[in-house]
Protein backbone atom coordinates (compact mmCIF):
# COMPACT_ATOMS: atom_id res chain seq x y z
CA UNK A 1 0.00 0.00 0.00
CA UNK A 2 2.00 3.18 -0.98
CA UNK A 3 1.48 6.05 2.07
CA UNK A 4 -1.44 7.90 0.04
CA UNK A 5 -3.51 5.13 0.32
CA UNK A 6 -2.54 4.63 3.73
CA UNK A 7 -4.47 8.11 4.70
CA UNK A 8 -7.35 7.56 2.16
CA UNK A 9 -10.11 7.63 4.75
CA UNK A 10 -9.27 9.94 7.11
CA UNK A 11 -11.57 13.50 6.90
CA UNK A 12 -13.70 11.77 4.30
CA UNK A 13 -16.37 14.24 3.77
CA UNK A 14 -19.59 12.61 3.28
CA UNK A 15 -21.68 15.28 2.41
CA UNK A 16 -19.64 17.64 0.01
CA UNK A 17 -17.97 14.86 -1.41
CA UNK A 18 -13.54 14.63 -1.12
CA UNK A 19 -11.90 15.35 2.25
CA UNK A 20 -12.60 18.38 4.84
CA UNK A 21 -9.43 18.42 6.59
CA UNK A 22 -9.44 21.70 8.77
CA UNK A 23 -6.62 22.93 10.79
CA UNK A 24 -6.48 21.32 14.12
CA UNK A 25 -10.05 19.71 13.70
CA UNK A 26 -9.90 15.76 14.56
CA UNK A 27 -9.05 14.97 10.93
CA UNK A 28 -5.93 17.31 10.16
CA UNK A 29 -4.44 16.11 13.83
CA UNK A 30 -5.37 12.54 13.00
CA UNK A 31 -3.16 12.61 9.93
CA UNK A 32 -0.48 15.17 11.96
CA UNK A 33 -0.29 11.65 14.25
CA UNK A 34 0.09 9.94 11.81
CA UNK A 35 3.04 11.86 10.22
CA UNK A 36 4.89 11.70 13.14
CA UNK A 37 4.59 8.37 13.33
CA UNK A 38 5.71 7.48 9.91
CA UNK A 39 8.91 9.98 10.61
CA UNK A 40 10.02 8.24 13.58
CA UNK A 41 9.23 4.93 11.45
CA UNK A 42 12.28 6.33 9.57
CA UNK A 43 13.90 7.53 12.81
CA UNK A 44 13.37 10.81 12.06
CA UNK A 45 13.09 13.32 15.16
CA UNK A 46 9.79 15.06 14.96
CA UNK A 47 9.31 18.63 16.65
CA UNK A 48 6.42 21.26 16.45
CA UNK A 49 7.12 24.77 15.93
CA UNK A 50 5.83 27.64 17.98
CA UNK A 51 3.61 28.25 14.96
CA UNK A 52 1.92 24.66 14.62
CA UNK A 53 4.77 23.02 11.87
CA UNK A 54 5.88 19.86 12.22
CA UNK A 55 9.37 19.12 11.38
CA UNK A 56 10.59 15.67 10.82
CA UNK A 57 14.63 15.52 10.91
CA UNK A 58 17.42 13.08 8.89
CA UNK A 59 20.61 14.40 10.39
CA UNK A 60 20.87 16.80 13.04
CA UNK A 61 18.76 20.39 12.70
CA UNK A 62 20.88 22.71 11.75
CA UNK A 63 21.68 25.43 9.17
CA UNK A 64 21.55 25.21 5.28
CA UNK A 65 19.31 22.15 5.89
CA UNK A 66 17.73 20.72 2.81
CA UNK A 67 13.62 21.00 3.96
CA UNK A 68 11.21 19.49 1.65
CA UNK A 69 6.98 18.96 2.64
CA UNK A 70 4.08 20.76 1.60
CA UNK A 71 0.94 20.01 4.78
CA UNK A 72 -2.09 17.63 5.34
CA UNK A 73 -5.45 20.46 5.44
CA UNK A 74 -7.47 20.52 2.94
CA UNK A 75 -10.21 23.06 1.34
CA UNK A 76 -13.74 21.85 2.26
CA UNK A 77 -14.63 18.82 0.08
CA UNK A 78 -11.01 19.12 -1.48
CA UNK A 79 -9.38 16.49 -3.23
CA UNK A 80 -6.58 13.67 -1.99
CA UNK A 81 -4.11 15.11 -3.24
CA UNK A 82 -3.13 18.57 -2.86
CA UNK A 83 -0.65 18.63 -0.33
CA UNK A 84 -0.53 15.12 1.12
CA UNK A 85 1.19 14.19 -2.04
CA UNK A 86 4.18 16.55 -0.97
CA UNK A 87 4.01 14.70 2.00
CA UNK A 88 3.65 11.41 1.65
CA UNK A 89 6.25 11.98 -1.64
CA UNK A 90 8.93 13.35 0.73
CA UNK A 91 8.87 10.26 3.30
CA UNK A 92 8.78 7.77 -0.09
CA UNK A 93 11.66 10.22 -1.08
CA UNK A 94 13.68 9.55 1.88
CA UNK A 95 12.97 5.53 1.75
CA UNK A 96 14.17 6.00 -2.23
CA UNK A 97 17.72 7.46 -0.89
CA UNK A 98 18.31 5.19 1.99
CA UNK A 99 17.20 2.01 -0.21
CA UNK A 100 19.91 3.67 -2.65
CA UNK A 101 22.36 3.95 0.37
CA UNK A 102 22.52 7.87 0.16
CA UNK A 103 23.72 9.71 3.58
CA UNK A 104 22.79 13.34 3.37
CA UNK A 105 26.24 15.75 4.25
CA UNK A 106 23.67 18.63 4.77
CA UNK A 107 20.49 17.96 7.15
CA UNK A 108 17.53 17.00 5.69
CA UNK A 109 13.84 17.71 7.01
CA UNK A 110 10.38 17.21 5.74
CA UNK A 111 7.94 19.91 7.08
CA UNK A 112 4.27 19.76 7.21
CA UNK A 113 2.92 22.95 7.70
CA UNK A 114 -0.39 24.09 8.86
CA UNK A 115 -3.46 25.66 7.69
CA UNK A 116 -2.00 26.11 4.28
CA UNK A 117 -4.99 26.31 2.63
CA UNK A 118 -6.64 28.98 5.08
CA UNK A 119 -9.81 26.93 4.76
CA UNK A 120 -10.47 27.10 8.87
CA UNK A 121 -9.27 30.25 9.55
CA UNK A 122 -9.73 31.93 6.48
CA UNK A 123 -5.48 32.87 6.12
CA UNK A 124 -3.69 30.44 3.74
CA UNK A 125 -0.73 29.29 4.43
CA UNK A 126 -0.89 30.82 7.97
CA UNK A 127 2.06 28.61 9.38
CA UNK A 128 4.00 29.51 7.14
CA UNK A 129 3.50 32.87 7.01
CA UNK A 130 3.70 32.91 10.98
CA UNK A 131 7.29 31.36 10.71
CA UNK A 132 8.64 34.13 7.91
CA UNK A 133 6.81 37.18 10.14
CA UNK A 134 4.32 37.63 6.73
CA UNK A 135 1.69 38.19 9.47
CA UNK A 136 1.33 39.88 12.81
CA UNK A 137 0.77 37.50 15.20
CA UNK A 138 -1.98 39.82 17.20
CA UNK A 139 -3.97 39.61 13.62
CA UNK A 140 -3.17 35.94 13.92
CA UNK A 141 -4.35 34.85 17.23
CA UNK A 142 -7.48 37.47 16.64
CA UNK A 143 -9.02 35.17 13.38
CA UNK A 144 -12.09 33.36 13.93
CA UNK A 145 -13.63 30.18 12.24
CA UNK A 146 -17.33 29.56 11.42
CA UNK A 147 -17.80 28.69 14.75
CA UNK A 148 -16.63 31.24 16.64
CA UNK A 149 -13.25 29.62 17.76
CA UNK A 150 -10.34 32.33 17.82
CA UNK A 151 -7.00 30.98 16.32
CA UNK A 152 -5.62 31.48 19.64
CA UNK A 153 -8.04 28.98 21.36
CA UNK A 154 -7.57 26.41 18.74
CA UNK A 155 -4.10 26.69 19.28
CA UNK A 156 -4.05 25.84 23.02
CA UNK A 157 -6.54 23.03 21.70
CA UNK A 158 -3.50 21.50 19.90
CA UNK A 159 -0.92 21.96 22.56
CA UNK A 160 0.65 25.34 20.90
CA UNK A 161 1.08 28.83 23.02
CA UNK A 162 -0.69 30.93 21.49
CA UNK A 163 1.87 33.95 23.42
CA UNK A 164 4.82 32.39 21.33
CA UNK A 165 3.59 32.13 17.76
CA UNK A 166 4.85 34.18 15.03
CA UNK A 167 8.65 34.79 13.34
CA UNK A 168 10.90 31.96 14.15
CA UNK A 169 14.31 33.09 13.36
CA UNK A 170 16.03 29.67 14.07
CA UNK A 171 13.49 27.74 11.78
CA UNK A 172 14.21 30.16 9.07
CA UNK A 173 17.97 30.13 9.68
CA UNK A 174 17.65 26.56 8.73
CA UNK A 175 16.43 26.20 6.07
CA UNK A 176 19.07 26.54 3.27
CA UNK A 177 16.83 25.52 0.14
CA UNK A 178 12.83 24.46 0.38
CA UNK A 179 11.94 21.89 -2.47
CA UNK A 180 7.91 21.58 -2.48
CA UNK A 181 6.40 18.40 -4.36
CA UNK A 182 2.42 19.09 -5.26
CA UNK A 183 -0.19 17.93 -7.44
CA UNK A 184 -0.31 20.10 -10.56
CA UNK A 185 -4.04 22.06 -10.35
CA UNK A 186 -4.31 22.68 -14.23
CA UNK A 187 -3.53 21.19 -17.31
CA UNK A 188 -0.01 22.08 -18.31
CA UNK A 189 1.73 18.91 -17.70
CA UNK A 190 -1.65 17.20 -19.36
CA UNK A 191 -0.53 19.54 -22.69
CA UNK A 192 3.21 19.19 -22.50
CA UNK A 193 2.73 15.27 -22.04
CA UNK A 194 5.30 15.43 -19.02
CA UNK A 195 4.62 13.25 -16.03
CA UNK A 196 6.98 16.22 -13.25
CA UNK A 197 7.53 19.89 -14.20
CA UNK A 198 9.22 22.17 -11.93
CA UNK A 199 7.46 25.74 -11.01
CA UNK A 200 8.54 28.82 -12.42
CA UNK A 201 6.09 31.62 -10.79
CA UNK A 202 2.98 32.31 -8.63
CA UNK A 203 0.30 34.65 -9.20
CA UNK A 204 -0.07 37.40 -7.20
CA UNK A 205 -3.68 37.10 -5.32
CA UNK A 206 -5.50 37.45 -2.07
CA UNK A 207 -8.35 37.31 -0.26
CA UNK A 208 -11.18 40.11 0.40
CA UNK A 209 -14.11 39.81 2.66
CA UNK A 210 -17.06 42.38 1.74
CA UNK A 211 -19.96 42.72 4.18
CA UNK A 212 -22.78 44.62 3.22
CA UNK A 213 -24.91 45.70 5.60
CA UNK A 214 -29.01 46.13 5.82
CA UNK A 215 -32.19 45.54 7.41
CA UNK A 216 -33.21 41.98 8.77
CA UNK A 217 -36.49 41.79 8.13
CA UNK A 218 -39.37 39.26 7.24
CA UNK A 219 -40.02 37.78 3.71
CA UNK A 220 -43.49 38.05 3.79
CA UNK A 221 -44.39 41.51 5.49
CA UNK A 222 -41.91 43.73 4.36
CA UNK A 223 -42.66 45.31 0.49
CA UNK A 224 -39.98 45.51 -2.09
CA UNK A 225 -39.98 49.39 -1.83
CA UNK A 226 -38.75 49.16 2.10
CA UNK A 227 -35.94 46.68 1.75
CA UNK A 228 -32.53 46.86 2.53
CA UNK A 229 -31.57 43.62 1.61
CA UNK A 230 -27.75 42.66 1.36
CA UNK A 231 -28.49 39.82 -0.59
CA UNK A 232 -29.34 42.05 -3.68
CA UNK A 233 -25.84 44.24 -3.69
CA UNK A 234 -24.09 40.49 -2.39
CA UNK A 235 -25.46 39.12 -5.68
CA UNK A 236 -24.36 42.08 -8.08
CA UNK A 237 -20.93 41.51 -6.49
CA UNK A 238 -20.69 37.74 -7.65
CA UNK A 239 -21.12 38.74 -11.12
CA UNK A 240 -19.03 42.07 -10.40
CA UNK A 241 -15.99 39.82 -9.74
CA UNK A 242 -16.85 38.33 -13.47
CA UNK A 243 -16.71 41.37 -15.21
CA UNK A 244 -13.80 42.73 -13.45
CA UNK A 245 -11.48 39.76 -13.82
CA UNK A 246 -12.67 39.67 -17.89
CA UNK A 247 -11.48 43.56 -18.00
CA UNK A 248 -7.54 42.00 -17.42
CA UNK A 249 -5.39 39.96 -19.01
CA UNK A 250 -5.20 36.52 -17.59
CA UNK A 251 -6.77 37.47 -14.11
CA UNK A 252 -9.24 35.46 -12.00
CA UNK A 253 -12.03 36.60 -9.23
CA UNK A 254 -13.92 34.25 -7.47
CA UNK A 255 -16.68 34.22 -4.63
CA UNK A 256 -16.75 30.99 -3.87
CA UNK A 257 -18.20 31.37 -0.24
CA UNK A 258 -21.22 33.44 0.52
CA UNK A 259 -22.73 33.82 4.18
CA UNK A 260 -26.06 35.07 4.86
CA UNK A 261 -26.94 36.37 8.44
CA UNK A 262 -28.96 34.93 10.38
CA UNK A 263 -29.53 33.09 7.21
CA UNK A 264 -33.01 31.88 6.91
CA UNK A 265 -35.40 30.95 3.90
CA UNK A 266 -37.93 33.62 5.30
CA UNK A 267 -35.77 36.36 6.14
CA UNK A 268 -34.03 39.29 4.32
CA UNK A 269 -30.69 39.01 5.94
CA UNK A 270 -29.43 41.53 8.26
CA UNK A 271 -25.58 41.16 6.87
CA UNK A 272 -24.26 39.05 3.82
CA UNK A 273 -20.40 38.20 4.44
CA UNK A 274 -18.77 37.70 0.42
CA UNK A 275 -14.97 36.21 0.43
CA UNK A 276 -13.62 37.73 -2.75
CA UNK A 277 -10.79 35.41 -4.00
CA UNK A 278 -8.31 37.33 -6.59
CA UNK A 279 -5.53 37.20 -9.10
CA UNK A 280 -3.73 38.14 -11.44
CA UNK A 281 -0.89 38.24 -13.37
CA UNK A 282 1.35 41.08 -11.31
CA UNK A 283 0.05 43.32 -8.28
CA UNK A 284 -1.12 46.45 -10.31
CA UNK A 285 -3.65 43.82 -11.93
CA UNK A 286 -4.45 41.89 -9.32
CA UNK A 287 -5.25 45.82 -7.31
CA UNK A 288 -6.99 46.69 -10.02
CA UNK A 289 -9.50 43.93 -10.76
CA UNK A 290 -10.60 44.49 -6.87
CA UNK A 291 -10.65 48.17 -6.58
CA UNK A 292 -13.24 47.87 -9.49
CA UNK A 293 -15.27 45.38 -8.24
CA UNK A 294 -15.14 47.39 -5.21
CA UNK A 295 -16.98 50.24 -7.31
CA UNK A 296 -19.12 48.05 -8.49
CA UNK A 297 -20.07 46.12 -5.42
CA UNK A 298 -20.07 50.09 -3.53
CA UNK A 299 -22.77 51.40 -6.33
CA UNK A 300 -24.49 48.37 -6.32
CA UNK A 301 -24.71 48.84 -2.37
CA UNK A 302 -25.94 52.00 -2.52
CA UNK A 303 -29.00 51.44 -4.63
CA UNK A 304 -29.91 49.46 -2.05
CA UNK A 305 -29.45 51.35 0.39
CA UNK A 306 -27.17 49.35 2.10
CA UNK A 307 -23.45 49.70 3.34
CA UNK A 308 -20.36 47.96 2.53
CA UNK A 309 -17.16 47.37 4.26
CA UNK A 310 -13.98 45.51 2.59
CA UNK A 311 -11.38 43.47 4.45
CA UNK A 312 -8.16 42.23 2.68
CA UNK A 313 -7.63 39.60 4.98
CA UNK A 314 -4.49 38.02 3.08
CA UNK A 315 -2.23 39.14 0.27
CA UNK A 316 0.86 37.64 -1.36
CA UNK A 317 2.71 39.22 -4.67
CA UNK A 318 3.61 37.57 -8.00
CA UNK A 319 6.42 35.04 -6.93
CA UNK A 320 9.00 33.97 -9.52
CA UNK A 321 10.97 31.08 -8.10
CA UNK A 322 14.78 30.95 -8.37
CA UNK A 323 15.75 30.82 -11.74
CA UNK A 324 19.32 29.10 -10.98
CA UNK A 325 17.80 27.04 -8.48
CA UNK A 326 14.60 26.21 -11.15
CA UNK A 327 17.69 25.08 -13.33
CA UNK A 328 19.58 22.93 -11.35
CA UNK A 329 16.04 21.31 -10.50
CA UNK A 330 15.25 20.87 -13.88
CA UNK A 331 18.28 19.38 -15.24
CA UNK A 332 19.05 17.39 -12.95
CA UNK A 333 15.43 15.52 -13.94
CA UNK A 334 16.90 15.36 -17.57
CA UNK A 335 15.23 19.02 -18.63
CA UNK A 336 11.35 18.46 -17.06
CA UNK A 337 9.40 21.80 -18.26
CA UNK A 338 8.87 24.71 -16.10
CA UNK A 339 5.41 26.12 -16.15
CA UNK A 340 3.52 28.56 -13.83
CA UNK A 341 0.44 27.96 -11.67
CA UNK A 342 -2.55 30.26 -10.75
CA UNK A 343 -1.99 28.30 -7.20
CA UNK A 344 -0.99 29.99 -3.72
CA UNK A 345 1.51 27.52 -1.63
CA UNK A 346 3.58 27.38 1.31
CA UNK A 347 6.88 27.62 -1.10
CA UNK A 348 5.35 30.75 -2.20
CA UNK A 349 5.74 32.20 1.31
CA UNK A 350 9.28 30.87 1.64
CA UNK A 351 10.46 32.08 -1.58
CA UNK A 352 11.18 35.73 -0.09
CA UNK A 353 13.40 34.12 2.34
CA UNK A 354 15.27 31.24 1.29
CA UNK A 355 16.10 29.33 -2.28
CA UNK A 356 12.58 27.31 -2.93
CA UNK A 357 11.18 25.20 -6.11
CA UNK A 358 8.55 23.02 -6.68
CA UNK A 359 8.28 20.11 -8.47
CA UNK A 360 4.64 19.21 -9.91
CA UNK A 361 2.97 15.84 -10.80
CA UNK A 362 0.49 15.59 -13.78
CA UNK A 363 -3.08 15.90 -12.71
CA UNK A 364 -4.75 14.15 -15.92
CA UNK A 365 -8.43 15.66 -14.68
CA UNK A 366 -6.87 19.31 -14.57
CA UNK A 367 -9.24 19.97 -11.69
CA UNK A 368 -8.15 20.73 -8.47
CA UNK A 369 -9.49 22.14 -5.03
CA UNK A 370 -12.54 19.70 -5.87
CA UNK A 371 -13.10 15.35 -5.15
CA UNK A 372 -11.82 14.95 -8.99
CA UNK A 373 -8.74 16.05 -8.13
CA UNK A 374 -6.15 13.65 -9.34
CA UNK A 375 -2.94 11.80 -10.25
CA UNK A 376 -1.80 8.35 -11.82
CA UNK A 377 -0.11 5.99 -9.55
CA UNK A 378 2.85 5.92 -11.83
CA UNK A 379 3.25 9.69 -11.92
CA UNK A 380 3.67 9.52 -8.12
CA UNK A 381 5.93 7.32 -8.55
CA UNK A 382 7.61 9.64 -10.80
CA UNK A 383 7.14 12.27 -8.51
CA UNK A 384 8.95 10.77 -6.00
CA UNK A 385 11.62 9.76 -7.82
CA UNK A 386 12.23 13.14 -8.99
CA UNK A 387 11.98 14.78 -5.43
CA UNK A 388 14.73 11.65 -4.20
CA UNK A 389 16.70 12.77 -6.88
CA UNK A 390 16.60 16.92 -6.50
CA UNK A 391 17.04 16.13 -2.68
CA UNK A 392 20.00 13.74 -3.07
CA UNK A 393 21.64 16.33 -5.23
CA UNK A 394 21.06 19.14 -3.17
CA UNK A 395 21.67 17.48 0.20
CA UNK A 396 25.10 15.55 -1.33
C1 LIG B 1 -4.31 27.20 -2.41
O1 LIG B 1 -4.23 26.13 -2.99
C2 LIG B 1 -4.72 28.37 -3.13
O2 LIG B 1 -4.21 28.61 -4.23
O3 LIG B 1 -5.61 29.08 -2.66
MN1 LIG C 1 -4.88 24.05 -2.31
MN1 LIG D 1 -1.54 22.78 -1.61
Not at 94 to 119: H, K
Not at 216 to 243: F, S
Request: hydrophobic fraction near 40%; glycine fraction near 12%; aromatic fraction near 6%.
Amino acid sequence: MTLLAAIDDVGRDRKRGGYSRHVFEPAERQLREWFVEEAQRRDMAVRCDRNGNLWAWWGEPGPDAIVTGSHLDSVPGGGAFDGPLGVTSALEAVDTLRANGFTPVRPLAIVVFAEEEGGRFGVPCLGSRLLTGAIDPDAARRLHDLTGVSFAEAAVEAGLDPARIGRDDEAIANIGTFVELHVEQGRGLIDLGAPVGVASSILAHGRWRFTFTGEGNHAGATLLGDRRDPMVPAAEMVLAARIAASEVDDARATVGRLVPNPGGTNVIASTVDVWLDARADNDPDTRQVVTRIQELATDAAARENCELNVVEESYGGTVVFDAGLRDTVSSALGGVPALPTGAGHDAGILAAHVPTAMLFVRNPTGVSHAPEEHAEPDDCQAGVAALATVLGRLAG
